[in-house]
């Protein structure tokens, strides 16, 4: 099984790690909106030789999958328990 910093994803042409999207979100919060020369330090941040200019791609697609999502466009999965449990019945998983 594959461990949580190897498995990757690519973004707008960049791969992104599953460790370095949680640096990402990390870095958003510290790094606000009015942060001088903000995408240098979302970059440094993150590590792995994303660039100023990676991140901010990275954030703006984040933005339109939100814009999607919120207008409808991209419909929300829809969970459902089938069990006390909320797991998967037998006949259900196959």
């Known amino acids: 099984m594959a461990s949580s910093s190897t498995v990757s994803f690519q973004i ?6 599953r460790q370095e999207n949680e640096k990402f979100e990390e870095a958003l919060v510290v790094y606000e909106r009015d942060t001088p020369d903000r995408w ?4 440094r941040f993150v590590g792995g030789n994303k660039s100023a200019e990676d991140v901010k791609r990275y954030y703006e697609l984040l ?3 939100i814009i999607a999502i919120e207008s409808g466009e991209v419909p929300c999965p829809v969970y459902t328990s089938s069990n006390s449990r909320g797991g998967m019945t037998k006949e259900e998983h196959g």
Not at 12 to 17: E, N, V
Not at 40 to 43: C, E, F, S, T
Request: charged share 15%; glycine share 8%.
């Open 40 to 43: 240098q330090n979302l970059a």
């Open 63 to 65: 933005l339109d999958d």
């Open 12 to 17: 707008a042409g960049t791969q992104w790690t």
